[in-house]
Nanobody
Framework: QVQLVESGGGLVQAGGSLRLSCAAS????????MGWFRQAPGKDREFVAR??????FYADSVKGRFTISGDNYKNTVYLQMNSLKPEDTAVYYC????????????WGQGTQVTVSS
């Protein structure tokens, strides 16, 4: 059974940094990818970033500020978030894919990130 467990959310002031972690168990995802989505209150869930092997992909809204990385040995993905803005406030969800498709196949439980102005 696949499980994705996130950690690292919290409250930070604008301009600050946070690092999210997501540990996967049950199978490996290095060849198909792991990533992050987020959902702000009253908005749809949106893509943030994805990593597959050494390839990374980002939403335009986070390019240059967020960095995604993966540790294949630990089956863990990280999201380093710098220069945070109040509009980054959301629940962040870890995601994993079984294949190279658009929609993820697995989701974590979510972790709250709140950026105060």
């Amino acid at each position: 059974q696949v499980q994705l467990v996130e950690s690292g959310g919290g409250l930070v002031q604008a301009g600050g940094s946070l690092r999210l972690s997501c540990a996967a168990s049950g199978r490996t995802f290095s060849s198909s990818g792991m990533g992050w989505f987020r959902q702000a209150p009253g908005k749809d869930r949106e893509f943030v970033a994805r990593v597959r092997w050494t390839s990374t992909f980002y939403a335009d809204s986070v390019k240059g500020r967020f960095t995604i990385s993966g540790d294949n040995y630990k089956n863990t993905v990280y999201l380093q978030m710098n220069s945070l803005k109040p509009e980054d406030t959301a629940v962040y969800y870890c995601a994993a894919w079984k294949a190279i498709t658009v929609q993820p196949d697995y989701w974590g439980q979510g972790t709250q990130v709140t950026v105060s102005s």
